[in-house]
């Protein structure tokens, strides 16, 4: 009798801490998912009223440092901090943003459609700006030898007034020109410590070009 009653108490005794720990665990388990942050996103939008038909969906994000972000939009450069929070953007409709860079120094270089090449500084106020006449665009930026690359695209001309002229590559220092070159028309530009890369898609693959 008294070893069944043992037995009883011992069993109930194991039940009771069973419970308490199915319970602990389960109410861990809710705190867990109580307490896991939710994520959160920013939705950045174009300037104008309709939606851009030319857009270049390769543009990525630029970090200027871990508080600072670069973000473009289509005709909008939005810079954001570490919280996913608006510090400023500068609109540039009708026009779209065809590539963009930032200097170590700080300036921040933009190739927009209708021939524009635009330089503003890290609190989103322009101090500097060129355009072209003509069906040209400024394509492609690069930082290069304390200065930047920019390639020409010539690609309106060849397409609207039978030109059969490659693209120009141009280094870009002070705010002026201080040399051109042919660039292979469609190819990207691309910096390898101090060679100039133009890297063209074939058929079979791609070609790597050194401008000298």
């Known amino acids: 009798m008294f070893h069944t009653r043992h037995t009883s108490h011992l069993v109930s005794l194991i039940m009771l801490l069973l419970i308490l720990a199915v319970s602990g665990f389960g109410m861990s388990l ?36 871990s508080n600072r972000l670069l973000v473009p939009v289509g005709d909008t450069l939005y810079m954001l901090d570490a919280e996913s929070k608006g510090v400023w953007e500068y609109s540039f409709e009708p026009n779209i ?50 200065g930047f690359l920019v390639v020409v695209s010539m690609e309106g001309y060849r397409e609207y007034r039978n030109s059969n002229s490659e693209d120009i590559l141009e280094f870009w220092k002070g705010g002026k020109s201080l040399w051109s070159k042919e660039f292979p028309r469609k190819a ?25």
């Open 30 to 65: 809710f705190q867990s998912k109580s307490t896991k942050p939710k994520t959160e996103s920013v939705k950045l939008e174009y300037s104008g009223e309709d939606e851009p038909t030319k857009v270049d969906g390769d543009l990525r994000p630029l970090a200027l440092s």
């Open 97 to 146: 943003i065809f590539d963009f860079i930032a200097t170590p120094e700080g300036t921040i270089y933009i190739a927009v459609s209708d021939g524009g090449l635009i330089a503003l500084d890290t609190s989103g106020k322009k101090v500097w700006h060129n355009f072209m006449c003509g069906s040209a665009n400024y394509s492609q930026l690069k930082n290069y030898g304390g």
């Open 188 to 212: 990207e530009l691309f910096v390898w410590g101090d060679k100039i890369l133009a890297v063209t898609k074939t058929k079979t693959g791609k070609e790597i070009q050194e401008i000298k």
